[in-house]
């Protein structure tokens, strides 16, 4: 990728006033880039792609971060640039430049909000459709498939060449938001883009058996602990249907497996035909839920996470949910009945 191509489908304008911020920014002064709690390829891959080019740029003071529970996904522990990312509780309390990836809210971002909002600029990276407007500055794009592709773009606009490390964090975040490029997401410049990637060293075989195709034999277990969990439930979502599952704490400790290793079960649960939707509920914390949502396109699930206190996409969405298991499984189907999905 050369200065000046265009990787995006955002228009200059969106992407240049964030830019011009990161050219006016001493390189001595400090940098705080966060993402959403939880995160996943495309919050973590956005975030320490462009960690990574300002490093290039010459800055020396940046600090990468997510809110607790602070602990990367393993299929993510490979990614380039991890010694970017620092505790929570030991970010700059007032940075010179605060930069927030794939979060549509400040909720999503817990704590880090603020220091965030202490900096003198806050720009907000981000593709969600439910993103609510926050920050100072807000580099939006509801029509772009990953925030990874509004990061390619400013990365391309600052004038970094793209290098093997900055493109294996970037082709994650796109490959892991366009379902390896099988979502209806996946427009030619999304492939352009993952070509140049390619060329500038991402492995697309070695990404994909770390992010796609490996677990341990004890994920595999506590896998089959879940789907015998799962329900089926065809009336729901008024009729389109619902299927969903969830981990308890006592079956991560007992298979000695982090939350992070639940991400890629909901790839088998949404597949189950007769269901519309799918819900996946992992634990974060004592009666705390990260709850995700798909989609197969005739339901809303977007408008069901939002009504929940989180957003995403119309197809895939998600939330912070407390109480019981089932008590979360149950306002999600209120919300699926309501009519606004």
């Given amino acids: 990728m050369t200065a000046g191509a265009t990787t995006s489908d955002t228009e200059p304008s969106i992407v240049e006033p964030a830019v011009d911020i990161v050219r006016r920014t001493p390189t001595d002064a400090a940098v705080l880039l966060a993402c959403h709690v939880n995160p996943d390829g495309d919050a973590l891959g956005s975030m320490l ?50 930069i927030s990836f794939d979060a549509s809210s400040p909720q999503r971002l817990g704590e880090l909000t603020v220091p965030l909002a202490a900096a003198p600029a806050w720009v907000v990276v981000d593709h969600h459709v439910s993103n609510v407007g926050f920050g100072s500055l807000r580099v939006v794009d509801p029509d772009a498939a990953a925030t ?10 600052l004038g970094v060449a793209l290098d093997p490390a ?3 964090c970037l082709y994650v975040g796109l490959a892991t938001d366009t379902g390896s490029f099988r979502f209806g997401t ?15 060293g991402a492995d697309p075989a070695g990404i994909a058996r770390h992010v796609f195709d490996s677990r341990p034999f004890a994920a595999i277990r506590l896998l089959s602990d879940v789907l015998a969990r799962a329900e089926l439930d065809p009336y729901a979502a008024r009729g389109r249907g619902l299927v969903s599952a969830y981990a308890t704490p006592a079956e991560l400790s007992r298979y000695g497996q982090s939350v992070g290793v639940l991400e890629s079960f ?7 035909n007769e269901a519309d939707v799918a819900c996946l509920l992992r634990p974060v914390g004592e009666d705390r839920w990260s709850v995700s949502l798909r989609s197969r396109g005739d339901t809303d699930v977007s408008a069901v996470a ?23 499984l149950e ?7 309501s009519g606004t999905a």
Avoid: C, N
Wanted: hydrophobic share 50%; net charge negative.
């Fill in 148 to 157: 990874a592709v509004l990061a390619a773009d400013m990365i391309d606009r």
């Fill in 331 to 337: 306002s999600v189907r209120k919300e699926l009945e």
């Fill in 306 to 328: 939002v009504a929940l206190g989180g957003g995403g996409h119309r197809l895939a969405a998600g939330f912070l949910g407390t109480g019981t298991a089932e008590s979360v």
């Fill in 49 to 98: 792609g462009f960690g990574l080019a300002l490093r290039r740029l010459g800055f020396t003071q940046v600090s990468a971060s997510f809110p607790e529970p602070y602990e990367v996904p393993e299929p993510f522990a490979f990614l380039p640039g991890l010694d970017l990312l620092v505790d929570p509780s030991a970010v700059p309390a007032r940075p010179a430049l605060g």
């Fill in 266 to 272: 909901m790839d088998v649960v949404r597949t189950a």
């Fill in 166 to 168: 900055i493109a294996t």
């Fill in 186 to 200: 996946t427009t030619p410049r999304v492939l352009r883009l993952a070509a140049q990637l390619v060329e500038a």
